[in-house]
Antibody
Framework: QVQLQESGPGLVRPSQTLSLTCTVS??????????WSWIRQPPGKGLEWIGY???????DYKSSLKSRSTISLDTSKNQFSLRLTSVTAADTGVYYC??????????????WGRGTLVTVSP | DVQMTQSPLSLSASVGERVTVTCRAS??????LHWYQQKPGKAPKLLIY???NLQSGVPSRFSGSGSGTDFTLTITSLQPEDFGIYYC?????????FGQGTRLDIQ
């Protein structure tokens, strides 16, 4: 059973960089077929996919966030990370890491972290 | 981007009732349509994947159906623990997108 846990600062100043890490347990981050995603949810609003990194290292991002986003893998720590630059108050919300079950899936998110609240404020 | 439109956006139903939530996509999705349940302060939980496949551990009162651009989540015999917000999500193409969510309250 794959388990995910987000970590990172809960408060980020405007124009600074948001950095979050997702630690994976119960499975390998190099496991074939896994798409490791970041999804966020502004307070009281719906869900927004930010991007993913494939187990092979290839990435894809939501176009409106692409210029500010970087998702990377750290296979030595079984972690993946999100960096979001030049943040504004609009980036405030709960950030989730999530993944599919691996090969043969339909890219649904079977596993989720608990989420971490990030507030952008002076 | 694929637009996902859910209806209704909120509903209230009684224990034992049958509830239906609809999701319409702006293009055909094939099997790449999934449903999640989210409770306050919690991460979304996968209920149904690939239109009609029940995720392991999810009660059989939940079911999904549909094809092309029109999909339905049905809860037969609503239970008190089924309150929450339900989201449909497409994974046929990036950016992966969600519906607005349907808030379900138990009367």
């Amino acid at each position: 059973q794959v388990q995910l846990q987000e970590s990172g600062p809960g408060l980020v100043r405007p124009s600074q960089t948001l950095s979050l890490t997702c630690t994976v347990s119960g499975g390998s981050i190099s496991g074939r077929g896994h798409y490791w995603s970041w999804i966020r949810q502004p307070p009281g609003k719906g869900l927004e996919w930010i991007g993913y990194i494939f187990y092979s290292g290839s990435t894809d991002y939501k176009s409106s966030l692409k210029s500010r986003s970087t998702i990377s893998l750290d296979t030595s720590k079984n972690q993946f990370s999100l960096r979001l630059t030049s943040v504004t108050a609009a980036d405030t919300g709960v950030y989730y890491c999530a993944t599919n079950a691996g090969l043969g899936t339909y890219y649904q998110w079977d596993y989720w972290g608990r989420g971490t609240l990030v507030t952008v404020s002076p | 981007d694929v637009q996902m439109t859910q209806s209704p956006l909120s509903l209230s139903a009684s224990v034992g009732e049958r509830v239906t939530v609809t999701c319409r996509a702006s293009q055909s999705l094939g099997p790449y349509l999934h449903w999640y349940q989210q409770k306050p302060g919690k991460a979304p939980k996968l209920l149904i994947y690939a239109v009609s496949n029940l995720q392991s551990g999810v009660p059989s009162r939940f079911s999904g159906s549909g094809s092309g651009t029109d999909f339905t989540l049905t809860i037969t015999s609503l239970q008190p623990e089924d309150f929450g917000i339900y989201y449909c999500q497409q994974s046929i193409s990036t950016p992966y997108t969600f519906g607005q969510g349907t808030r379900l309250d138990i009367q």
